[in-house]
């Protein structure tokens, strides 16, 4: 298994949500919060992960809270946000740190010193292509949209 498929974060239930389920997909990581201007976003990631789940997609939101503190609420208070204003079915982590000296694992993999696609997250909603071997095949502005061409190409030719 990957370095990646052996990480588990904490799911916005409380509970653990280990990534070794999985190996063998196709994994689009973002940075999410609720109070942004590219929120709406949600949108369009549940609408790509309801068009290519079936075919291996996962999107995973990860809430943080490092960017001009717009993601404040609690873990049921982005849960209840996320389900309630974009039907969100995807899984969502709990908050983590993905800058910083306190950068949590899963980023120090995605975009850390040695990482294929290194450097600090620039803003909410920056999207990782993770293959289903762990390895991660591209890197998205947070400005990408779910929709975007070049976003879509690269998920369906990852896709198993």
């Given amino acids: 298994m990957s370095a990646f498929h052996d990480l588990t ?3 916005l239930d409380g509970k653990d949500l280990p990534l070794a389920p999985y190996k063998g997909k196709v994994v689009l990581v973002v940075n ?3 109070k942004c201007g590219l929120t709406p ?7 790509l992960y309801q068009t290519y789940r079936d075919r291996g997609l996962v999107i995973l939101g990860i809430p943080c809270n490092q960017f001009a503190g717009q993601e404040p609420g609690s873990d049921a208070d982005i849960q209840q946000f996320c389900s309630t204003n974009y ?3 995807f899984p969502l982590s709990s908050k983590i740190e993905v800058n910083g000296p306190t950068r949590h694992t899963l980023y120090r993999q995605l975009a850390g010193e040695g990482a294929e ?3 600090e997250i620039t803003w909410n909603f920056e999207k990782f292509l993770v ?30």
């Fill in 41 to 47: 976003q949600y949108a369009g990631l549940e609408s």
């Fill in 117 to 119: 696609f290194p450097g």
């Fill in 87 to 89: 039907g969100v079915s």
């Fill in 32 to 34: 999410v919060a609720s």
């Fill in 9 to 11: 974060l904490q799911g």
């Fill in 131 to 160: 293959g289903p071997d762990g390895r991660v095949l591209a890197r998205f502005s947070p400005r990408t949209a779910p929709d975007d061409p070049n976003l879509v190409q690269a998920i369906e030719k990852a896709l198993p």
